[in-house]
């Protein structure tokens, strides 16, 4: 039998349930992430928050349903528009009155979604018996108006954020999730960093997130002859190809490899990665190297020779001097100042 509860209620329920012992919710030490946990009536909950900017934040949410239930959510006129990434599980939700949109429709793992649904009532159907996990990217709209004023790229449904006329709801599924969008994810959820540099780096993924999710979008429905305009399997493969310098920074496979193992030519793999990343295959190689060399530097763990052979150079002079034309000063002097 399926049950029909109001969020308020449910949020309670889970309020209840934590006082009296059955869950926590623990509070970052660098007070910008927060992670819950709670076993109820309903389900098993785990839920990871993260505060990246103000207006702009990250969800990771983690359910087993106890039993079916219809949950009944009120989107106030404040709610933020939502980019969702399925990991696992799936679930009916019916949202009337939404232009172009079936009144029920499912969302299910392997595929993400971008909607904006203010001042609506919605009921997401949970069958018992499942693991629902889930990425949320979240942003209101000062902070997507921030972002910059061309919006002429971007598909009508977002364009309308960057005038003054009446907003619209929309839902849209943006497609399956590709190995980039896979890769940003598992980085996100294993994130190893601590402090300001994992705050930065989360956003740096979730922004990454939003970037593959709107080229997929874009190029499904707005398919371009322009040579310069990528495919969304082209920009997959350079996502790739950036996952590869990044991991093997002390022996990266020469151009013509890197290529051939993500299955592109030479000439698009290096105009494509200029226009996606804004640099080329060598300048990424490098900042990797050289950000990878400051950290070290920090750890004080290895010496600079050492650093120099752990990040690709064979001699320890033009590591020096490649770090002190990056950074304006010698590794020694930043050992010193970390």
Known sequence: MTEAIAHDTYRQQWEESVAAGNGEILYGKDGFDCVGRCDHYYSQDYFWE???????????????????????????????????????????????????????????????????????????????????????VCFDLDYLRSLGADSNVLPDELQQFFGDKPLTRFHCATGALTLAMQAALRQILDCPYQGIIKRLFLESKALELLTLQLHQWAEQHNPSTDSRTLHADDVERLYHAREILMHDIQNPPSLMDLARQVGLNDYKLKAGFRQIFGTTVFGYLQTCRMERAKQLLAERQLSIAAIAHTVGYASQSRFCHAFKQRYGMTPIACRKAS
């Open 50 to 136: 993260i505060q990246l900017r103000p207006g702009f934040w990250l969800e990771f949410i983690d359910d087993e349903i106890h039993r079916s239930l219809d949950l009944l959510t009120e989107h106030d006129e404040s709610m933020p528009l939502v980019s969702k990434f399925y990991l696992s599980g799936h679930h009916p939700v019916l949202t009337p009155n939404v232009k172009g949109v079936n009144q029920e429709y499912e969302e299910k793992a392997g595929q993400s979604y971008l909607f904006f649904l203010p001042d609506i009532q919605e009921i997401e159907r949970f069958p018992v018996h499942q693991r629902l996990q889930l990425v949320k």
